[in-house]
């Protein structure tokens, strides 16, 4: 029933602390999603330094989808995107061929408050790989959403209990969040060949075994999972179909060694364009000396 369980290592990033579940050494993707952090929770204090900001960075062949339960982060890309992530929306970014962007906690700087959610990537197709970037925007409002006998559900991305979410996926996928009462019981959907289960507050049982927050559990395929709430529960399915194995380099993701190498030296030498209206600093490729400012445009 349980194929495995992945315990969240701790990472420090220079000012609040995440959560790495994917990749996991025994464990490299669920279906499409090939990486997976919790951002908190962690109180910001007003005037919070701007060394905390995730500076303007590269991505290749992934979507990536940033979901919040507290908290505000300011997106800008290099489409020209500038868009604040907010509690239960979707931004749905891809970054196909290439794409920059920066994450600024500037509503925090200013007021100060809690932030806590899910960063999540998710691998593209072998041929949706050079795909256009995008970004996409989706209100929480307008997701699909369900509630049965003390179970709350919303589909964020993706097919699952008979709901499609909106936004734009390149692959058979779901991405559901769940709110469950102490007590009520979930089969999670058997549509897809892998799937898990994190639990980002409360427990659950699973086969008789309970398990607590912070963990993802990975399912056996095919065979029915049921998910009880053994006490109040926040849970973040997510499941799809294998899409072969990919590399992963820094920010870089793609079936192609080749490809990654490619997309180092095209950020090494500043021929990937910044975000118009953040394009003053950027994070260099690790353990390379932090170039003059602005050499990309």
């Not at 239960?88 to 200013?110: D, K, L, Q, Y």
């Not at 053994?230 to 192609?256: C, K, Q, T, Y």
């Amino acid at each position: 029933m349980i194929d495995l369980v992945i315990e969240t290592r701790c990472r420090n990033l220079g000012g609040f602390e995440v959560g790495r579940v994917l990749p996991y050494a025994k464990r490299r993707m669920v279906g499409p999603f090939i990486f997976f952090d919790r951002m908190g929770p962690v109180t910001f204090p007003a005037g919070l330094p701007r060394s905390v900001d995730v500076r303007p960075h590269p991505h290749i062949g992934i979507s990536t989808i940033t979901y919040l339960f507290e908290g505000e982060i300011m997106h800008r890309d290099s489409l020209g995107t500038e868009q604040p992530i907010r509690p239960g929306e979707v931004n749905w970014m891809t970054a196909g061929r290439g794409i920059t962007h920066s994450e600024r906690f500037e509503r925090a700087r200013r007021e100060g408050g809690r932030m806590d959610g899910i960063q999540a990537w998710v691998a593209l197709p072998e041929a949706d790989e050079e795909t256009d970037p995008g970004f996409e925007h989706v209100s929480g409002a307008a997701l699909p959403v369900w509630e049965d006998d003390g179970v709350w559900g919303r589909v964020v991305a993706g097919e699952a209990f008979g709901l499609k979410a909106g936004v734009r996926t390149f692959s058979p996928m779901a991405y559901v969040h769940l709110e469950m009462q102490a007590g009520r019981r979930v089969a999670v959907p058997e549509a897809y060949t892998e799937r898990a289960a994190y639990i980002a507050s409360g427990s659950v049982e699973v086969g008789g075994r309970r398990h607590e927050a912070g963990r993802m559990l990975v399912f056996t395929p095919r065979q029915p999972v049921t998910l009880a709430a053994v006490e109040p529960a926040s849970v973040m399915l997510v499941a799809g179909e294998p899409l072969g194995p990919r590399f992963i380099d820094w920010n870089f993701v793609s079936s192609s060694k080749e490809r990654i190498e490619q997309a180092k030296a095209d950020w090494r030498a500043g021929r990937m364009k910044l975000p118009d209206l953040d394009n003053s600093e950027f994070i260099p490729l690790p353990g390379e000396p932090v170039p003059p400012p602005n050499p990309m445009s």
